[in-house]
């Protein structure tokens, strides 16, 4: 019955040591998929924070052509203006002053 008792309290011990050494296991898995985690999540911020700077540069360079090309096109149109006004001045003065004597 000793025997029996000893075997059985062997076998208990034996169980707990499992036991402990897989809770300790588990702990260090633990710590090392919350490190893994971390890591991740630093990486993704950092990835992210790289590329939305990137695409703000190339949006700012989009909008620095179109407000080149829209200054260039104001430019030009006020010149077709200068120019027609230039050339017909005389006319429309005197389409603008019959146009007033007629009132």
């Known amino acids: 019955m000793d025997t029996l008792i000893k075997k059985i ?4 011990d034996a169980a707990s040591a499992v036991m402990d050494s ?3 296991r588990k702990a ?5 998929i919350k490190e893994k985690t971390a890591a991740f999540d630093k990486q993704l911020e950092e990835d ?3 590329e939305l700077d990137q695409l703000q540069n190339r ?3 989009e909008m620095q052509e179109k407000l080149k090309a829209q200054k260039a096109d104001g430019q030009k149109l006020l010149a077709q203006l200068e120019q027609v006004y ?3 001045h005389a006319a429309l003065a ?3 002053f019959q ?3 007629k009132e």
């Open 59 to 61: 949006m700012k360079a």
């Open 9 to 12: 309290s062997e076998i208990e």
């Open 94 to 96: 005197s389409s603008l």
């Open 86 to 88: 230039e050339q017909n």
């Open 28 to 32: 260090d898995y633990a710590a090392e």
């Open 22 to 24: 897989m809770n300790d």
């Open 99 to 101: 146009q007033m004597i």
């Open 48 to 50: 992210t924070a790289r």
